[in-house]
């Protein structure tokens, strides 16, 4: 397995958070096809940060629930930037 420091492995972490929620997911969700995409990618990020978890030796469950909130996150950012996007004002 990767062995990566902590803080490595965090700003890994929130880079990857902050580009999915503010410019990949918004650009996938204008898409038809781009909801699929989007929960298949988001359930991929939990399973990979749950394995990531569990290998640090934490417990099942905290990692299960940490995994789902991390993954979760730029999935609701994604929505809000998205929705967001379909509103702003036209420019001149």
Not at 21 to 26: A, D, L, N, V
Not at 38 to 48: D, E, F, S
Not at 74 to 89: E, F, N, Q, S
């Amino acid at each position: 397995m990767l062995d990566l420091s902590g803080k490595i492995a965090g700003v890994i972490t929130i880079v990857l958070l902050i580009v999915l929620g503010i410019f990949i997911y918004p650009r996938l969700l204008k898409k038809p096809s781009g909801l699929p995409v989007v929960i298949a990618v988001t359930v991929l990020l939990a399973l990979g940060l749950f394995i990531f978890d569990s290998g640090r030796g934490t417990t099942i469950w905290p990692a299960a629930l940490l995994s789902l909130l991390w993954a979760g996150a730029p999935a609701i950012a994604g929505v809000i930037v998205h929705r967001l996007g379909g509103k702003a004002a036209p420019r001149e």
